[in-house]
């Protein structure tokens, strides 16, 4: 499944390369006066340097992060994040699609809550939303846990929960996204990644420049 999502990946990205290419080199060559050629070579190859460059940096980067961080990092079907007082959130990817994707709270190997697919943290306290695949939608369920007495309370439905005022269910993140921006590894390596594609593109500028140089009029 993995490398099957690579590809898929490798996919979306080429076709993105490709109309880049076609954007920049048409719009260098024809609106450039000078050094058209030498620009326009630029604008087809410098889409895929950066490009594939980021790409790879941030999926390597991603593992070894995950590696070090042990925090799984998705594409490997795995992901795990820490939350208050001992508590953590995981899930394992056995279905393509993410649409489906669930996980597990626990405390010291213990679940607490399964088949988490919304969650918010607010100090202390964990607040999230439940639904199991086989279920038909709408009869999503609601939790409340406190993590320093480990006090779990469950609702049954969305109007239990707006009858008894709880605002939480408005800014529930969608634990894919609630994964990503607790690992405190991603924002740094999409930063890195960036700064490292743009020095290769930038340095691809020069070599260009090297390679065709100016010529003189004598």
Not at 20 to 48: N, V
Not at 169 to 196: C, D, K, N, R
Not at 200 to 208: Q, S
Request: proline share 3%.
């Amino acid at each position: 499944m993995m490398f099957l999502s690579i590809l898929i990946q490798l996919t979306i990205f080429l076709l993105l390369s490709m109309v880049m290419t076609l954007l920049l080199s048409g719009g260098l060559y024809l609106f450039s006066k000078r050094k058209r050629k030498c620009k326009a070579i630029f604008g087809l190859i410098s889409p895929f340097v950066f490009v594939f460059s980021f790409y790879f940096i941030c999926l390597i980067g991603g593992f070894i992060c995950a590696s070090v961080f042990k925090t799984g990092c998705g594409m490997d079907g795995f992901w795990h994040t820490e939350l208050p007082n001992g508590y953590v959130m995981e899930s394992i990817e056995n279905d393509f699609d993410r649409e489906y994707l669930t996980s597990n709270i626990a405390k010291d190997e213990k679940r607490v809550v399964k088949w988490v697919t919304k969650i918010k943290i607010s100090g202390d306290t964990i607040y999230g939303e439940q639904y199991e695949v086989n279920e038909s939608p709408g009869n999503e369920h609601y939790f409340v846990l406190d993590t320093r007495t480990d006090e779990l309370t469950q609702y049954k439905s969305l109007n239990e929960v707006r009858n008894l005022n709880l605002a939480m269910v408005a800014s529930l993140t969608p634990i894919e996204s609630f994964y990503y921006h607790s690992w405190m590894w991603v924002v740094p390596l999409g930063i890195s990644a960036f700064i490292i594609s743009s020095g290769l593109v930038l340095l691809l500028w020069v070599v260009i420049l090297k390679l065709n140089p100016v010529k003189r009029v004598s």
